[in-house]
């Protein structure tokens, strides 16, 4: 049975955290930042956890 590949795009915006868990970034940073306040943008700045109910799809991506 050959090996299972990484998803490849998955394994750009994912990484594991030291106990397992999934991180990704925030989302609406890309553009229109004029219209978000400044409280907005510093809330969307950095990482966050994959949801629970995505955990385990995100996983099989990237052959966790």
């Given amino acids: 049975m050959p090996k299972m590949k990484t998803h490849s795009s998955a394994k750009k ?3 594991r955290t030291g106990s397992g868990k999934v991180k990704r970034f925030q ?3 890309r ?3 004029r219209n978000k306040s400044n409280k ?3 809330r969307l700045l950095g990482s966050t956890l994959v949801s629970d109910a995505d955990e ?3 996983k099989r991506l990237l052959c966790i």
């Fill in 13 to 15: 915006r994912f990484s």
């Fill in 27 to 29: 989302a609406n940073m």
């Fill in 31 to 33: 553009h229109m930042m």
């Fill in 40 to 42: 907005a943008k510093t």
């Fill in 56 to 58: 385990a799809k995100i």
